[in-house]
């Protein structure tokens, strides 16, 4: 909880430092950068530090932390705070990073606002910071414990068993541990971090869901190759090196699983709304919930180019289909076949089982519109669970 001569000072600061938040958050990652290159080169992706949306991530994050603090006192923003200690503890982050943040990012906020940074001004946004960072650390402490790892060696090699191209664009990697150990469990809906040592040295890190059930004898996960300009720079460089290097033998650094898309409810009705690779995690919860003898009503939704641009279509069907009360439908914008939806996921017509709990995953705007439509037929806001790939802009685009 934020003391009371804090909330008042931050209450009255909120607009200048809201305002100034993209150019302090800028600075900060100069500066960041400046002093510790190894971040950017082996722990920061590289393409969403070029394209701005790590910075639009942390304005966002800290900006709706220190509003939660103000509008909400007794209560912390357990959601947002959740999603980014999962994604923290699969990059092994320590407790010693966050003091190497508060160093850079107070100078960028002591340098932006001048003299509008007061010593008064200064404790007050030092405690959000703190209270931030302290929630996380807790969150990203118990994470670890969970899976029998330590802060800043969450990594284990796994060997490549096999490869399958499922579409023009999407490949799965089957992986079991290399030292023939036993896989570490994990929950349906969850992800990995996969790191590869890129040709220039860096050994990057991306997340990808596990499009695998926990029941599985094998993990597996399934990459979307990023073509365009990312293709050609660090947006797209290590699904490409991915695609283009990796083989059945090869080896991988991988993370223990992480994520909170996982199910609220075992026993509730379930609704998996995805959009293009967001179908992964789909799949692990679906295979999971046949494999489980899930009763409940499952609707299983999904929305793609077009049918041969769909990942794991065939397995979307086939699973839905294992289960005693599920149904699917996908929507194409281009080349839809019979019984397909043609254009945006439209849920207007959908019937939607009381108490559902849904989970979505694609791209932001995807996202946005199907919670909208599932508020609008009565879903609450907080059986609506979500999962963003890369930097989480949910807050910062609100």
Not at 316 to 333: N, P, Q, V
Not at 359 to 369: A, W
């Amino acid at each position: 909880m934020l003391s009371e001569k804090s909330t008042a000072t931050v209450r009255a600061t909120l607009p200048a430092v809201g305002a100034a938040i993209g150019e302090i958050t800028e600075l900060f990652y100069t500066k960041l950068f400046a002093a510790h290159p190894a971040l950017i080169r082996d722990l920061f992706n590289r393409g969403n530090q070029n394209a701005g949306l790590q910075k639009q991530a942390l304005a966002g994050s800290i900006a709706a932390f220190a509003v939660h603090l103000v509008e909400h006192p007794d209560t912390r923003p357990d959601a947002m705070l959740g999603r980014i200690a999962h994604k923290h503890a699969s990059l092994g982050v320590t407790r010693e990073q966050y003091e190497v943040v508060h160093e850079h990012l107070f100078a960028a906020i002591a340098e932006i606002l001048g003299e509008a940074v007061t010593a008064e001004v200064a404790r007050a946004w030092d405690e959000v910071y703190w209270l931030m960072a302290g929630a996380l650390v807790a969150v990203e402490e118990r994470l670890y414990a969970e899976q029998q790892v330590t802060a800043g060696d969450v990594w284990r090699e796994w060997t490549v068993t096999g490869r399958v191209e499922e579409t023009a664009d999407c490949t799965t990697f089957r992986l079991a541990p290399a030292d023939g150990a036993p896989a570490p469990g994990f929950k349906a809906g969850q992800y990995v971090s996969v790191q590869v040592e890129l040709p220039d040295g860096a050994r990057q890190i991306r997340q990808y869901s596990l499009s695998s059930a926990p029941g599985s004898p094998t993990r597996a996960i399934t990459v979307k190759r990023v073509h365009g300009p990312a293709a050609a720079g660090p947006d797209g460089e290590v699904s490409n090196h991915l695609h283009a290097r990796v083989r059945t033998g090869d080896t991988l650094r991988v993370s223990a699983p992480y994520g909170d898309l996982v199910l609220r409810d075992s026993a509730a009705p379930v609704l998996l709304a995805s959009a293009g690779i967001g179908c992964t995690p789909m799949l692990s919860v679906l295979e999971h919930l046949a494999d489980t003898g899930h009763a409940a009503p499952v609707t299983v939704l999904h929305a793609d180019r077009s049918p041969a641009d769909h990942p794991l279509r065939d397995d979307h069907r086939a699973l839905t289909h294992k289960l005693a009360d599920a149904s699917a439908r996908f929507w194409y914008e281009e080349e839809a076949e019979p019984g397909d939806g043609e254009g945006r996921m439209d849920l207007s017509a959908l019937p939607i089982a009381p108490g559902t709990h849904a989970y979505l995953c694609g791209p932001l705007p995807f996202m946005r519109s199907v919670r909208e439509q599932l508020i609008a037929r009565g879903v609450p806001a907080a059986d609506i669970h979500y999962e963003v790939f890369g930097p989480d802009l949910w807050l910062a685009s609100a």
